[in-house]
């Protein structure tokens, strides 16, 4: 299927002249769980994203599909539970991309929860999947936990929890969502801003903005799913006029470290003594990321990024558990910074903010979503589009479908029947191939059962599957399937959120630059100020992302 720099110049002359049922604003996960459960409902939709693609919160999470094991203390059990069933489901949707995750909970004598506690806890966590687990948890003695991590803290050590949950690559997950709502007929635009409402009422009259070219597009919805995240108040304030307070803004920074400096085989959740806020340590074969903060934060979203005091914070909570391993400043390869899109409530502190999510309606016809997690964006979805749909039925009379497919139809790249029987057939044929093991796990694990087209467009060209980094498993054939079938438009679009050279190379991919920015130019027509032009747009973020280090720790 094409999703490309054609694509999205097709649609957009399109969209002009178009009258959709739902124009869906935000390319996040939120979004995309939108455009898809509205295009598999028959609805003619739209999702228009200001930057790229997954590129605000969504690609910026811990990385987790997961219960939250921490709301079990606060009595949230209906969240958990909900997100503990989309877990299983999202396991089944893209098997790919949703692996079971083993974490590793210490628990200390002078801690204020006992292992009784924590043991009823993952009980409970367990049983709160009505059937759907994948794997109960198991209490650990003291011997068993130093061979597990050998370098964790023992001084006061009394037992620790191994239970399961699951990792996800966030930013493919909201890829996969957006390809497979494109695949039900939705359009899907990066690069394009929904900037105001030169009509207020429905059918709304919306001006977009090409961010690339700076025309300007206007299209005409009878509904708006705002879908902004933390963006939310500033598109309602920019469509309305009335500046008021949905979201409360959360900043969390996460650390990446190489495995060599701290080798772990389960993720580790570790609760910091002085505030009690857990810290994860999630081994990201053969990377380790290292997080999060959860401070509040009211500057644009588009200005977050790491500061010293994150890093110092994430540190301490590290090395006070692992004394011997001493991580400094200087071990840490990338960070990145993300900012959560909570439910603004008085009085609470950031960390205590419920995880639910909202929706409210403002004027008829105008629906914003807000809070909620990666996890349970489908559920969110479905509740967004019931409430859209309910609007257009007694408005306009249009029924959407009525079956729920969201369950039936996988996701992109997860039409697998046994993920670990199609994991082993393609590895081997790939390896035959000439594929190195690295290369092969990372082509399955990022596209799934698109690893057949992927491979396709590896072959068409000489170079194809040439490595792009000697020490990082992505290939120059997978730059041009980005291209083509991914919508990547821009330097960092490549190799900050469809490959992760950006996070996982001390360079930041600066070595690669020229090379990428040349096989790319050529194919999107880039003149050379452009080539200049993304040069220093990709340098100035590594300048930008790094200001941290320039503060001693
Ligand atoms: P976003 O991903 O921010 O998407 C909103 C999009 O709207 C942006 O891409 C933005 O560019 C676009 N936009 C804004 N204005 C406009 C406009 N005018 N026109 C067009 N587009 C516009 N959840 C989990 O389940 N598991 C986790 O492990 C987890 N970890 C987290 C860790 C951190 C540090 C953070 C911050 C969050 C975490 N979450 C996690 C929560 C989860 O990541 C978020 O709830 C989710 O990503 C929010 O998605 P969203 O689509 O609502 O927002």
Request: charged share 10%; no cysteine.
């Given at each position: 299927m094409e999703f490309s720099f054609r694509t999205r110049n097709q649609w957009l002359q399109e969209l002009a002249q178009k009258e959709l049922d739902i124009l869906v604003i935000g390319g996040g996960i939120t979004g995309a769980g939108i455009a898809r459960e509205a295009a598999l409902r028959g609805y003619a939709v739209a999702l228009v994203e200001k930057h790229d693609f997954g590129s605000g919160t969504s690609s910026r999470s811990s990385k987790l599909v997961h219960g939250g094991f921490r709301y079990m203390a606060q009595w949230h059990f209906g969240l958990v539970h909900e997100a503990l069933v989309e877990r299983y489901h999202l396991m089944q949707l893209a098997p790919h991309l949703v692996h079971p995750q083993s974490f590793l909970l210490p628990i200390y004598r002078n801690q204020l929860v006992s292992p009784w506690l924590i043991h009823l806890g993952l009980f409970l966590y367990d049983w709160l999947t009505f059937g759907k687990n994948i794997g109960r948890h198991q209490m650990l003695t003291v011997d068993r936990i130093a061979k597990e991590v050998p370098l964790l803290r023992r001084e006061n050590l009394q037992k620790a929890a191994l239970y399961m949950d699951a990792r996800v690559d966030d930013f493919r997950l909201v890829l996969a969502t957006i390809k497979a709502a494109v695949f039900q007929g939705a359009i899907a635009v990066n690069y394009v801003e929904a900037r105001q409402l030169e009509r207020k009422e429905s059918p709304f009259l919306v001006q977009l903005k090409d961010r690339l070219t700076g025309e300007k597009i206007t299209v005409r919805t009878r509904a708006i799913a705002n879908?902004?995240?933390?963006?939310c108040d500033a598109v309602l304030q920019q469509f309305t006029g009335h500046p008021r307070r949905h979201v409360r803004p959360t900043k969390g920074v996460h650390l990446l470290l190489h495995q060599d400096r701290f080798p772990i085989r389960h993720a580790i959740t570790l609760f910091n003594r002085r505030d009690g806020r857990p810290i994860f340590a999630i081994p990201f074969s053969p990377f380790v990321v290292l997080g999060t903060t959860d401070t509040d934060f009211n500057t644009t979203p588009e200005q977050v990024s790491t500061h010293a005091a994150d890093v110092k914070y994430l540190l301490q909570v590290f090395n006070d558990y692992f004394p011997d391993v001493?991580?400094?400043?200087?071990?840490?390869i990338s960070t990145y910074a993300g900012v959560r899109p909570l439910i603004y409530e008085q009085n609470k502190k950031a960390s205590e903010v419920s995880r639910e999510h909202q929706i409210f309606q403002s004027p008829p016809g105008l629906f914003s979503i807000i809070g909620g997690k990666l996890t349970t964006y489908r559920v969110m979805a479905q509740d967004m589009v019931a409430l859209l749909g309910k609007f257009l039925r007694q408005r306009y009379g249009v029924r959407g479908r009525a079956d729920d497919l969201s369950l039936q139809i996988p996701l992109w790249g997860g039409r697998i029947a046994h993920w670990e029987e199609f994991y082993r057939q393609y590895q081997q044929i790939m390896v035959q191939e000439g594929f190195s093991p690295e290369a092969a796990h990372h082509l399955l694990t990022s596209y799934g059962s698109d690893v057949v087209e992927v491979l396709q467009v590896i072959r068409q060209t000489a170079d194809g599957a040439n490595r792009i980094h000697p020490e990082l498993p992505y290939l120059w054939g997978e730059i041009d399937y980005h291209l083509h079938q991914e919508m990547a438009l821009r330097v960092e679009d490549f190799l900050v959120r469809r490959l992760h050279i950006y996070s996982l190379d001390a360079q930041q991919g600066k070595g690669v630059l020229p090379a990428l920015i040349q096989r790319i130019a050529a194919q999107l027509g880039w003149h050379p100020h452009q080539q200049q032009r993304e040069t220093e747009r990709y340098l100035e973020k590594i300048h930008r992302d790094n200001q941290w280090r320039q503060v001693s720790i």
């Open positions: 879908a902004s995240g933390p963006w001493q991580l400094q400043s200087t071990d840490i």
